[in-house]
């Protein structure tokens, strides 16, 4: 029920530096899939915000060149997919830099390729890691934040969680994802009275290493502006403001929530 109270002394009260809230000072934040693209550069903005991030991925080289770039950070090599490799994440995470109080899951993996011709085995080995790890990592890293009563679980889906990618065929990325936003509804759900908010963040055409190939070429590139209405795919930056929102205590009010930065792509 609504305090009627404390909302006239809210709406009365001076206004704080509104920026401070999007700071996450000290807070311990995980990033999966660290090594390259939108997981490297949302660990470089989690630092910059304030946090100590440990960095996680199979590529263990570029893994290390960040950490390196990113004082008091922790490198990881870690194949999300293994079931050891993910406690040994949550475990070493916890006992050199602290209990996790962010952790965004960002590793992932698409292929484009007809349904009808798509092995089982592919289909399977892209939900395995866009999802099922997606789970199982909440879940490792979950249980300490519940324990906590606090924590913020940022969930990296797509646009093509909510719409199909129709002319450019990815069944196993498309199904992944969009499990990977209801996925986040559920433990929204489940977690968020005891503390624990969860969201998805669900990017339109960025500049990255798996977008690489599309955006790289001209018709690609065109593609996607035809289908945008700002007539251009985003620039990493671009995620900054939505990430922190969903990561930091200004979002606090804010949980189960598929956050589209699309540049208006879901608006047509």
């Known amino acids: 029920m609504t305090d009627p109270t404390a909302t006239a002394e809210e709406a009365t009260a001076p206004v704080p530096d509104?920026?401070?809230?999007?700071?996450?000072?000290?807070?311990?934040a995980v990033v999966t899939g660290a090594s390259s693209g939108i997981g490297a550069h949302l660990a470089r903005l989690l630092a910059a915000a304030g946090a100590r991030v440990a960095l996680a991925a199979r590529r263990e080289g570029p893994l290390k060149e960040l950490a390196a770039e990113l004082p008091g950070s922790l490198a990881v090599p870690c194949d999300v997919t293994s079931a050891e490799d993910r406690a040994r994440l949550v475990?070493?995470?916890?006992?050199?830099?602290?209990?996790?109080?962010?952790?965004?899951?960002?590793?992932?993996?698409?292929?484009?390729?007809?349904?009808?011709t798509q092995t089982v085995e592919s289909f399977g080995a892209i939900v395995a890691l866009n999802l099922t790890a997606v789970f199982a990592l909440s879940q490792a890293a979950g249980v300490g934040m519940l324990e906590r009563g606090r924590g913020s679980i940022v969930n990296i889906a797509s646009i093509y969680g909510l719409v199909a990618s129709g002319s450019l065929p990815q069944?196993?990325?498309?199904?992944?994802?969009?499990?990977?936003?209801?996925?986040?509804?559920?433990?929204a759900a489940e977690w968020s009275g005891r503390g624990?908010?969860?969201?998805a963040l669900c990017p339109g055409w960025f500049w990255s290493e798996m977008t690489e190939p599309m955006l790289g070429s001209e018709k690609g590139r065109t593609w996607v502006?035809?289908?945008?209405?700002?007539?251009?795919?985003?620039?990493?930056?671009?995620?900054?403001?939505?990430?922190?929102?969903?990561?930091?205590?200004?979002?606090s009010y804010i949980t189960g929530a598929a956050l589209p930065v699309d540049g208006g792509y879901l608006a047509l």
């Open 18 to 28: 509104p920026t401070a809230r999007f700071r996450v000072d000290g807070q311990v």
């Open 171 to 187: 069944a196993a990325y498309t199904a992944s994802k969009g499990g990977v936003v209801n996925l986040t509804r559920e433990l």
């Open 225 to 251: 502006e035809r289908r945008t209405p700002m007539r251009r795919a985003g620039r990493l930056a671009e995620l900054d403001g939505a990430l922190l929102l969903l990561a930091s205590d200004a979002g």
């Open 91 to 116: 475990r070493t995470v916890t006992e050199e830099v602290g209990p996790i109080d962010i952790l965004v899951n960002n590793a992932g993996l698409s292929e484009t390729v007809p349904a009808e």
């Open 196 to 199: 624990v908010r969860v969201n």
